[in-house]
């Protein structure tokens, strides 16, 4: 047998006929949970791979610790504050502790805290993951780890997820900014390839544009860097060379951070919310009432709230309860999310 790059539980498991989690037994030492045949075709396909279990496959063994790994994409933006506080909260409640890493936005990092923890003998994984395609995480689910997505998927996965509305909310927006006689709706966006939320949220723009409007503006998707200021200066500056006459543009931005950058670039424009241009975007801080970031400029930032502290916590009682019943069915917690709307996008008010 020849398997090209990488070899994988999965390749071995194609190559010998069976599933990915009777090869993680079979690498775990319960060869008695299968017949001697079917050992035997693993042990082949083993030998002609020249495969290697990684150590992420060493430590699939089911754990009875009261440790919970918990991997973050990115530690620093508030987003994942709110997320740390409701899965901080609810383990705790509940006799475990989490263990949080952080991955940077790098798939490559997110697989070594994932091995880490696997090795510190968690009991189960809640992932915000780095990566829309995760073979890692596919493995490590097949070999029987408990694991739970927070916010963002895992494309063609098994796995229990905790997000949001985010097709709804986008749709909701998008018909808010109609509405209100904006005209070019227009949305600004880190980088959306590995990123679930972002790639639904920009497919969800364009959706709702092209039914509410009638045309497609996918040439109204502008990329902004959340640690370049100046890119958002840059994207609003083309998407005013590029307004026909009449256009009444209005940014949306796929999180706070970016709409803040959008924010910052409209005032160094000098153009006026909401007449000149609107503005809008998910509220995903989710911090005390006193300090909601929307309402502290002028003019106040009509927002998509989200839940983040709930998403948080329910992906914690998720996994305890994955953790519980193994075998039942796949689950998917879609948290609401609603408008706020307020004076950035109030043309007609």
Same mark, same amino acid.
């Given at each position: 047998?020849?398997?090209?790059?990488?070899?994988?539980?999965?390749?071995?498991?194609?190559?010998?006929?069976?599933?990915?989690?009777?090869?993680?037994?079979?690498?775990?030492?319960?060869?008695?949970?299968?017949?001697?045949?079917?050992?035997?075709?693993?042990?082949?396909?083993?030998?002609?791979?020249?495969?290697?279990?990684?150590?992420?496959?060493?430590?699939?063994?089911?754990?009875?610790?009261?440790?919970?790994?918990?991997?973050?994409?990115?530690?620093?933006?508030?987003?994942?504050?709110?997320?740390?506080?409701?899965?901080?909260?609810?383990?705790?409640?509940?006799?475990?502790?989490?263990?949080?890493?952080?991955?940077?936005?790098?798939?490559?990092?997110?697989?070594?805290?994932?091995?880490?923890?696997?090795?510190?003998?968690?009991?189960?994984?809640?992932?915000?993951?780095?990566?829309?395609?995760?073979?890692?995480?596919?493995?490590?689910?097949?070999?029987?780890?408990?694991?739970?997505?927070?916010?963002?998927?895992?494309?063609?996965?098994?796995?229990? &997820?905790?997000?949001?509305?985010?097709?709804?909310?986008?749709?909701?927006?998008?018909?808010?900014?109609?509405?209100?006689?904006?005209?070019?709706?227009?949305?600004?966006?880190?980088?959306?390839?590995?990123?679930?939320?972002?790639?639904?949220?920009?497919?969800?723009?364009?959706?709702?544009?092209?039914?509410?409007?009638?045309?497609?503006?996918?040439?109204?998707?502008?990329?902004?860097?959340?640690?370049?200021?100046?890119?958002?200066?840059?994207?609003?500056?083309?998407?005013?060379?590029?307004?026909?006459?009449?256009? &009444?543009?209005?940014?949306?931005?796929?999180?706070?951070?970016?709409?803040?950058?959008?924010?910052?670039?409209?005032?160094?424009?000098?153009?006026?919310?909401?007449?000149?241009?609107?503005?809008?975007?998910?509220?995903?801080?989710?911090?005390?009432?006193?300090?909601?970031?929307?309402?502290?400029?002028?003019?106040?930032?009509?927002?998509?709230?989200?839940?983040?502290?709930?998403?948080?916590?329910?992906?914690?009682?998720?996994?305890?309860?994955? &953790?519980?019943?193994?075998?039942?069915?796949?689950?998917?917690?879609?948290?609401?999310?609603? &408008?706020?709307?307020?004076?950035?996008?109030?043309?007609?008010?």
């Amino acid at each position: 047998m020849s398997i090209p790059g990488k070899v994988t539980i999965s390749n071995i498991a194609a190559a010998a006929g069976v599933s990915k989690a009777t090869v993680s037994r079979y690498l775990n030492g319960h060869k008695e949970m299968m017949g001697e045949e079917t050992g035997e075709r693993i042990r082949q396909a083993i030998e002609e791979a020249n495969y290697r279990p990684s150590d992420i496959a060493r430590n699939l063994k089911r754990r009875t610790s009261n440790l919970i790994g918990v991997v973050i994409s990115d530690i620093s933006s508030p987003f994942s504050s709110a997320v740390v506080i409701g899965v901080s909260e609810y383990l705790e409640r509940q006799g475990f502790s989490p263990l949080f890493t952080n991955s940077a936005d790098d798939p490559s990092l997110e697989a070594k805290n994932i091995a880490s923890l696997l090795a510190k003998g968690v009991s189960g994984l809640i992932v915000n993951t780095a990566s829309y395609d995760n073979q890692t995480l596919l493995d490590v689910g097949a070999g029987g780890m408990p694991v739970v997505l927070c916010d963002r998927y895992v494309r063609n996965s098994p796995f229990d &997820i905790v997000t949001s509305r985010d097709n709804q909310g986008m749709h909701d927006l998008v018909l808010h900014l109609k509405n209100e006689g904006y005209t070019r709706p227009v949305f600004f966006t880190q980088k959306w390839e590995r990123n679930s939320v972002r790639y639904i949220r920009r497919e969800s723009f364009i959706h709702a544009v092209e039914e509410l409007f009638g045309y497609s503006p996918e040439e109204d998707v502008y990329l902004v860097s959340a640690r370049e200021h100046r890119s958002a200066y840059a994207a609003l500056t083309e998407l005013r060379e590029r307004l026909r006459p009449g256009d &009444i543009p209005a940014v949306i931005g796929v999180n706070s951070v970016t709409t803040i950058r959008a924010y910052k670039a409209i005032r160094q424009l000098g153009l006026v919310m909401p007449h000149n241009i609107g503005l809008c975007g998910p509220e995903d801080w989710d911090w005390d009432n006193e300090m909601n970031w929307p309402t502290l400029v002028n003019p106040n930032i009509t927002t998509l709230v989200l839940q983040s502290t709930e998403i948080g916590r329910n992906s914690a009682k998720l996994l305890l309860s994955r &953790i519980k019943d193994p075998k039942k069915e796949q689950e998917k917690i879609l948290m609401p999310c609603e &408008i706020c709307v307020r004076q950035s996008t109030l043309r007609l008010d």
